[in-house]
């Protein structure tokens, strides 16, 4: 989301007449977008602020802003706190970029604009740039309020926006190059559930699913309360929807996800599981998962191993919990020690590097579609690409693929990706 709310950004600075530069010294505008959703991120953000503050000392009109999450949660606070700032901009007010730039040109600066309007804009601004895979927001916010995440404080609660707005946005897109969509929203799959007369999450994909020239549509991030069978049977019969399904779990134990007021059960997600593969058993599923919540024993974190044991994930991406001001998790004892956190992670992660990569290994000699994005990071002979199954694929071919759906036979899998022939 916070990629895809930089790109927003860089449209609407490209409108204003700056360009993008690789050099961060020769900057007239020095942009931080941030996350807040872990204590590290967060850090990293102030630290590149600091840096930025002191370029400024050798370009005293450069214009400094903070962005996304961190500017909403803090808000004024941070132009108190650092000196060189000259705006904060929450999420939900990206589309005042331009003005609050075009002040801060004339000296106006100090400006603070956060908080939510109401509903979801309905025309953000899209890249410039052809993308060969492009980002979409469906819907903003989240209603959830787990009890460890910040997201519903700093995104707002769920608006969600036209279909008939989004349907443009992906015509302008393909028209521009785009083969490849991701629909976007904190809680993608209850998109338009308060909105009456609306589509639905499912009725939505297969509405694009009929847009000329479009080749895939994935969507991220699921919630498992509200993945419907509908939304599950629409990986049946909707062509372009891609078999790969991010399902969060965050935890294996019911009472750590009752804590956590997840509002599943871990015998919930293992059947939302199965009635996935048994719609399309191809599906690559990766998921969210946390170590050290509060309270965490180790028969909880041994419910989460055996669970992924049982749903043996495509991949997975891990985290030790890391408490966030102002969620109601924060305020509770008995937090893991560091050394416990640190040992449970490697534990889990040590497991999944071995589930991946036996998986990897189970495609060897079979042919999988790839939409060819570019030339190897390792091999100027050799591109790469990305299955349905959201695999990576390298393979020896010229860079005249680009932006082609080839074949690949799979000739090796390995732990981060997979190795082929093109036949096809
Ligand atoms: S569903 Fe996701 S975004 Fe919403 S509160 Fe829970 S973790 Fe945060």
Known sequence: MNEHDSERMLALLEGCGYRETKHVEEADVMLVNTCTVREKPEQKAYSMVGRFQQLKEDNPHAIIGITGCVAQQEGERLLGRIPALDFVLGPGKIHKLPEILRDAEKGKRGTCSVGFENGCPTNLPTPHTAQLRAYVTIMQGCDNFCSYCIVPTVRGRERSRPSAAILAEIETLIRQGTKEITLLGQNVNSYAKHTPGELTFPQLLAKIDEIPGLERIRFTTSHPKDLTEETIEAFGYVEHLCEHLHLPFQAGSNAVLERMNRGHTREEYLAQIKKVREVSPQMGITADVMVGFPAEEEEDFDQTLELIRRVEFDGLFSFKYSPRPGTRAARW???????????????????????????????????????????????????RGRTRCNRIVNFPGGSDLVGALVFVKIAKGLQNSLRGERCG
């Open 333 to 383: 004892k008995g937090e893991c020690t560091p050394e416990v956190k640190q040992r449970r992670l490697e534990i889990l992660q040590g497991l999944q590097r071995g589930i991946t990569l036996k998986k990897n290994k189970e495609l060897e000699g079979s042919v999988k579609e790839i939409l060819v994005e570019g030339r190897s990071r390792n091999s100027p002979h050799t591109m």
